[in-house]
């Protein structure tokens, strides 16, 4: 406990799924959690969830996507917290096409304006804050396995988990350079279950039974889907000072999926 003690953390797409965990996990080492999502429900209850634990945090709605909503975000932070040590960029959505050939331009454009301009503006936003304290701090982007892999009727949403993994990269180095003591670091999720994947698969939801998630997990080398907390352990470890030697890294964290396949034992 207490590995974030003092810091102040903004998490987008929290209302929910990874984003939910690692609002929660942060806020439970110390952080105090700044919750954007387009989900106010949402997003108020995981603020209620991390105060009944004796955590602090506030809600922000928040559009990834709109400029002028991030000038205001950033502004409140800066005016209520004095500084930002955390940014995970974790917003992200999936727009399924049974081929690329069948997706439309127009959900192309939603998909990466989502998946690569939120994560753009989170960066070009949070960053000037986060070294104008002068004490360095995390960027987590929230990537994907399919960002380090093909994925057949994931080309739309592959092509953007790409985009951030090398954008992630890049800013590294750009931190690096500038000695501002900031990394920046993307974690790549493989099957987890949350809600992302009756977008990913609707085909298969709907049902009575196992979770899409949790059916698609039977498949990984380890045999089961994780639980999101599984990702924000990850993002937690990335956030504090147990991986100040880390940035430009990609932390995979998907049951064996991409270091290949194997046979199960029956049972």
């Keep these: 406990m207490g590995q974030l ?3 102040i953390a903004l998490v987008t797409g929290a209302a929910s799924g990874i984003g939910a965990r690692c609002a929660t996990t942060l806020a439970g080492e110390g952080a105090t959690v700044v919750v954007t999502d387009l989900d ?3 997003g108020a209850a995981v603020v209620r969830d991390i105060e009944a634990a004796g955590g602090m945090a506030e809600f922000l709605p928040q559009d990834v996507t709109d400029e002028s909503r991030w000038s205001e975000v950033i502004a409140h932070i800066e005016a209520t917290h004095g500084r930002l040590d955390i940014l995970v960029a974790n917003a992200g959505i999936a727009v399924p096409a049974a081929s690329i050939t069948q ?6 454009r939603k998909q990466t304006a989502v ?3 939120g994560v753009f503006l989170t960066i070009r936003h949070g960053l000037p804050l986060m070294r104008q304290g002068g004490r360095g701090g995390s960027i987590v982007v929230m990537s994907s396995i399919a960002g380090l892999r093909g994925a057949p009727s994931l080309a739309g949403y592959s092509a953007t988990k790409g985009a951030v993994r090398l954008l992630s990269k890049s800013v590294a180095l750009e931190c690096t350079a500038a000695g501002d003591g900031i990394r920046v670091n ?3 999720p493989g099957i987890i279950d949350t809600p992302i994947w009756n977008a990913i698969r609707p085909e298969a939801a709907g049902h009575n039974g196992p979770s899409v998630g949790q059916e698609m997990g039977r498949n990984t080398p380890i045999g089961h889907a994780a639980d999101p907390q599984e990702i924000a352990n990850g993002v937690l470890f990335l956030a504090s000072d147990a991986s100040r030697y880390m940035t430009g890294s990609e932390l995979v964290i998907d049951g064996g999926v991409t ?3 194997n046979r199960r034992a029956p049972g």
């Design 40 to 42: 106010p429900v949402g």
């Design 103 to 108: 997706m439309s331009l127009a959900d192309w």
């Design 115 to 117: 998946n690569i301009d």
């Design 5 to 7: 003690d003092g810091r």
């Design 186 to 188: 993307s974690v790549h």
């Design 259 to 261: 270091a290949g396949s």
